[in-house]
């Protein structure tokens, strides 16, 4: 309540996960992304650790979202999964096991792999560039309320960030110094 914490014990017996993401969604539950013991539900005091066939709880969790049919998706280290209806389904193997992806203020799922695709589309969907290329690989992907996709860049010294919006890539590099790199894009309240 921005005064008062209290701990929730993910593991009650066990040392605690890593926490990679969180998701709160709004119907009020937290979306728990954790290394090594999977995904964690807490709805009001129920806590749940979802288990996947053959996976148990033993996988990573890089990224929740929420699509525009409530369902959550999960970028994992056994690829893309989602949750709707109660139950979790396998949606797609991904090349890069950190695969990032996010939601358009219409809650639409974009992925980023070898273009940019609509993910939650009953039909493939790619996104057309006008100009430049995307990045193949990447730290961070984040679309604003205004429709931009950023992109933070994962190549080395040639880190950078990255806008696609109407189809037009713009890149903002990093400035000299020590390696670094984009590992997280909000819009604040300001714009």
């Not at 890593?18 to 964690?40: A, M, R």
């Not at 979802?50 to 998706?73: C, M, R, T």
Request: glycine share 10%; proline share 5%.
């Amino acid at each position: 309540d921005g005064a008062y914490f209290q701990v929730v014990n993910l593991l009650p017996q066990s040392p605690q996960p890593s926490v990679i993401c969180l998701l709160g969604t709004e119907d009020g539950t937290l979306w728990i992304g954790t290394e090594n013991s999977g995904i964690f539900h807490l709805s009001g005091d129920k806590l749940t650790q979802l288990e996947l066939p053959k996976a148990g709880h033993n996988f990573n969790v890089y990224e929740i979202q929420e699509s525009q049919d409530g369902g959550i998706w999960f970028g994992t280290s056994h690829g893309i999964l989602r949750w709707l209806n109660d139950k979790i389904e396998h949606i797609r193997a991904t090349k890069n096991f950190q695969q990032r992806f996010c939601t358009d203020g219409n809650r639409n799922v974009w992925l980023l792999d070898n273009g940019l695709k609509r993910l939650d589309a009953t039909v493939a969907t790619n996104y057309p560039l006008i100009s430049g290329v995307l990045p193949s690989r990447v730290r961070s992907m984040y679309c604003d309320p205004d429709g931009t996709f950023w992109f933070g860049t994962d190549m080395g010294k040639e880190n950078a960030l990255i806008s696609l919006q109407d189809g037009m890539i713009a890149k903002y590099e990093r400035s000299p110094g020590p390696a670094g790199f984009v590992s997280v894009a909000f819009r604040d309240s300001t714009g």
